[in-house]
């Protein structure tokens, strides 16, 4: 019965009442004064006619990293720390892009841009601005903890600071790194005794890297899906040291692989290339692994609490560090923590961007879905005997 | 308290039935009788009763935490777990406490009506010295809700294991109205009579939804054909001259339904008939919508008992003359039954359900047609010579029920899910047209994959038009086939409709919100079948 009266309705158009939602108190409208703007092409440094992270096409971009709701393709120019470059390019192929060091000075139209450790992943930067003696920070992504891989934050004083909140709440609270992997070796030297393949995902830019230059190779090899050691060898490259690792081939038959690990990328999780693996125990490293939900829906057996961007305290910590007089809030818990920081009387905005921080399911590029689906990645059951 | 800590975050790292009942006997093998005891109950939903409000809870945790508490409340939204909040925010142990699972159930306990400030240093000090396991497994026993991923039937089997005993025996020993409390580990397990308590009841026997057509069981001549009756299904027993009602989510319901009280003199001693709790009136069965209106009352009054009277539909008997019959094929219990309801007059309390009359499938599949007239679910097909098992079990007894109910809605408002679901959107309220206006009707949960519910988060996220507490309301844009049960009129919704066991079949990804179905629609339903 419903279909031919559902028709009827057809002629019937919505006509919504659209109530901005309550957040909107907090957000920032830029105005042609402030000296980075929050535009629809991305945040615009007008005097230089410079974008950052822009995520539509522009003349000229300056990259905070490599990841790709940060860096995008279809820019004339970018600029990138040299550290940052090679993974830049290998992703978005042929662009025109220049490269700084850290600390380096660029002057443009009398703005002055300089690159400075962000510590989230290997060449990861937060872009300071400085025009006229008034300083602002563009952070992008960024942690705290040394992780022994990507350069270290540094903090730099500025009067406006723009930063992420992925993980602005209270309830996010990160263990030393040294602890986490103490866990993940153990977890991996027990499958190993248990003649189980050790499976663990993170993501390919980054994570990957960090996790790998904190296993214990004494345990067993290390195996790597295509989208992880695609970069390794990106990196490998730039005259980076990672421990071996063995890109996971159908060559391989699929019982060489126990007591062994193999790390990937979350889109390989639960996808026909992973369920190959036999017996297998999987973890996810991530900073949503906080969450019981989260690790229940995952349906995986470890949660490992491992992430790159900033815990809550150490946000507060940053936050109150710079100095900064103005805080403009981006991707994550947006409306919370500026609410939150204007509590605490500091003159704080929520901003719109398309940033979107650390994904549970996806990895950070489409790379690792395209190498999902290459064949030659995919292990040989066949050669089992 | 250790161990328990670590039974549940082992229970908690995996999804494999093995492990987890290894894990439980595991457990069972090192804590002692009264902690096992406890262990069960909890397991089983006997929490103690709770002593401490929540709110306070959230106060002190957000104080102790140096966090204002609408940033802690805004974090329990996002975390979906009350408990689990209150862990995770909470500054570092700065002391280690080691008790027994049972001493701090005592110790909550022991809070029943103290003065505020008391029960705050309790439960400080409780934080104060365990570890985050520890903590998030004693706000539990707090808060309750205890979703530990393990079926009460998990826990049966493996204190089975643990104990030698067949499952069936456990499963029966652990019903009724026991708490660590009134009984013993040994007087509920290990005693030689378990049928002591003259209460307690027989684990039901569920049936499986039939997933093929009914020529697959073979000839009709071995199965018995009943209706399916939608009221609530119930044990009531007879013994030593008490009447006891049995709800089948294990809940005493004897003062509930004073109708059946005469029972204990009518019925001989040693008899128990599984049967339905059914709204009837006037040789009919009334709606499922009238027998609502007396669950969940505290006093059964006099108006209640004439506007929504009800009888025993009896579908079996499990114990005879003081014997457990449940091991004796059904047709034999059923000849039983029949007697038992003939020789002694119930006046009506006690009506046998009706065996159809099914020579081929398809006399079946059109009583099953005809089931709504009836005012009932669809059919049961029990076979004939099966025993009465405890639990689901496939392959005796198959329920037949009628197709559901449907409308196509406008999801207009998401909420956010909690335990395994926290994070994403998956309570949507939905809408049907009436005029150019939207009106809700139904909330729904269920019916939808993983996979969709991450889509539609994903869609919610980036169509939030306003913020009501943690309701969102969305643009009125995806279309979604609500299946459903029962309607019923209604004064308390907007809609005027109430629906019985609403869910999503689909997300009608192929439908515009204009294509919705209407207000009116709905009305139709309820004047054909309400």
Redesign the interface.
């Known amino acids: ?2 279909s031919s ?12 009442k ?2 901005k ?3 909107a108190r907090y957000m920032k409208k830029s105005t042609s004064s402030d000296l980075l703007q929050f535009t629809p092409k991305g945040i615009w440094c007008e005097q230089a006619d410079i974008y950052i992270d822009p995520w539509k096409p522009v003349k000229k971009a300056m990259i905070t990293h490599g990841h790709a709701d940060h860096s995008r393709f279809g820019n004339d120019h970018y600029l990138a720390t040299a550290s940052a470059a090679p993974v830049i390019k290998y992703r978005l192929g042929d662009i025109n892009i220049q490269t700084v060091d850290y600390g380096e000075k660029t002057n443009i139209n009398g703005v002055q841009f300089s690159f400075h450790p962000a510590g989230h992943i290997l060449g990861s930067a937060q872009i300071r601005v400085e025009y006229k003696g008034e300083v602002w920070v563009a952070s992008g992504d960024y942690k705290l903890e040394d992780d022994g891989f990507a350069e270290p934050f540094e903090l730099v004083k500025c009067n406006a600071f723009i930063t992420e909140s992925t993980f602005g ?5 990160w263990r030393p790194q040294a602890e986490v992997f103490a866990d993940i070796n153990a977890w991996w030297r027990k499958n190993s005794e248990d003649g189980k393949v050790t499976f663990i995902t993170g993501y390919s830019l980054g994570k990957a890297q960090r996790i790998l230059d904190n296993l214990d190779t004494s345990i067993g090899k290390i195996y790597t899906h295509g989208a992880v050691e695609n970069i390794n060898e990106v990196i490998r490259g730039q005259g980076i040291k990672l421990p071996d690792t063995i890109r996971v081939t159908k060559e391989i038959p699929v019982k060489d692989y126990v007591g062994h690990l193999i790390l990937a990328p979350p889109s390989a999780l639960n996808s026909a290339w992973m369920k190959k693996f036999k017996p297998i125990s999987i973890g996810i490293a991530s900073g949503w692994m ?8 995952k ?1 995986v ?2 949660g490992f609490v491992l992430s790159d961007h900033v815990d809550w305290k150490d946000l507060n910590k940053v936050i109150t560090a710079t100095e900064a007089e103005k805080i403009i809030v981006t991707h994550g ?1 947006t409306s ?1 923590y500026t ?2 920081l204007r ?1 605490q009387g500091i003159d704080a905005y929520a901003a719109e961007t398309e940033f979107t921080g650390e994904s549970i ?1 996806a990895d950070d590029s489409k790379e690792a879905k395209d190498a999902d689906n290459k064949e030659r990645e995919t292990p040989n059951v066949k050669n089992k005997k | 308290m250790k161990n328990f800590a670590h039974l549940f975050t082992q229970l908690d790292q995996t999804t494999k039935t093995l492990k987890k009942v290894a894990a439980l006997v595991d457990y069972f093998g090192k804590v002692d009788d009264r902690d096992r005891l406890w262990a069960m109950a909890i397991l089983s939903h006997r929490r103690p009763k709770r002593t401490v409000k929540t709110s306070l809870m959230r106060q002190w945790a957000a104080e102790l935490s140096n966090v204002p508490l609408w940033l802690f409340e805004d974090s329990y939204h996002v975390v979906g777990d009350l408990a689990e909040t209150i862990a995770l925010v909470l500054p570092p142990p700065t002391q280690q406490h080691i008790k027994t699972l049972t001493e701090w159930i005592n110790d909550v306990k022991s809070l029943d009506k103290k003065e505020e400030e008391y029960k705050r240093e309790v439960v400080v000090n409780a934080w104060n010295g365990l570890t985050y396991n520890e903590r998030f497994v004693f706000n539990k026993l707090i808060t309750g809700s205890f979703r530990v991923g393990v079926s009460q039937k998990l826990m049966m089997r493996a204190l089975a294991q643990f104990e030698g005993q067949e499952e069936k025996t456990i499963a029966h020993r652990l019903m009724g109205n026991w708490t660590p409390d009134t009984i013993t580990y040994d007087e509920l397990i290990r005693s030689e009579n378990p049928l002591d308590d003259i209460s307690r009841p027989y684990p039901f026997y569920l049936a499986y939804a039939l997933d093929n057509t009914p020529e697959s069981l073979g000839s009709p001549n071995e199965w018995q054909v009943e209706r399916k009756w939608d009221g609530i299904r119930g044990q009531v027993i007879v013994r030593q001259n008490n009447l006891f009602v049995w709800s089948r989510g294990e809940e005493l319901v004897t003062d509930k339904f004073p109708e059946y009280h005469p029972l204990a003199d009518i019925l001989p001693d040693g008899t128990v008939i599984d049967g339905e709790i059914l709204p009837f009136q006037n040789g009919q069965p009334l709606s499922f919508n009238v027998l609502q209106t007396r669950i969940g009352r505290k006093n059964v009054t006099k108006k209640i008992l004439e506007s929504a009277p009800v009888i025993l539909m009896a579908y079996d008997l499990l114990e005879y003359e003081g014997k457990d019959i449940r091991t004796t094929p059904l047709g034999e219990r059923r000849k039983l039954l029949e007697k038992i309801v003939k020789e002694n007059d119930t006046k009506g309390i006690v009506v046998l359900s009706k065996v159809l009359d099914i020579e081929e499938w398809g006399e079946a599949a059109k009583e099953r047609a005809n089931s709504r007239q009836h005012l009932s679910e669809g059919l049961m097909i029990k076979k004939l010579n099966s025993e009465y098992r405890a639990g689901r079990k496939r392959g005796d007894w198959w329920k037949w029920k009628i197709d559901p109910m449907t409308i196509d809605a406008v999801m207009i408002y998401a909420q956010q899910g909690s335990g395994r679901r926290a994070n994403l959107y998956t309570d949507y309220t939905f809408a049907v047209w009436d005029g150019d206006a939207l009106v809700p009707f139904t909330k729904a949960y269920s019916g939808l994959t993983d996979k969709e519910f991450n889509k539609i988060t994903a869609w919610i996220r980036k169509n939030i038009r306003e913020k009501f507490g943690p309701v969102r309301s969305v643009n009125p844009e995806l279309v979604f086939e609500i299946a459903f049960e029962g309607i019923n009129k209604s004064s308390r919704h907007k809609s005027g409709v109430a629906l019985r066991f609403p869910r999503m079949l689909r997300w009608r990804t192929d439908k515009k919100a204009e294509e919705a179905n209407t207000l009116e629609d709905l009305k139709k339903m309820l004047e054909l079948y309400g």
């Not at chain 1, 002629?11 to 919504?16: E, I, K, N």
């Not at chain 1, 906080?290 to 829906?297: M, V």
């Open positions: 019965m419903k009266l559902a028709n009827q309705n057809a002629h019937l158009v919505v006509s919504p659209i109530t939602p309550s957040t709440l209270p309830v996010y609270d906080t969450l019981r939900g989260a690790r229940r829906r349906a057996e470890r818990y919370i609410k939150y509590e399911d």
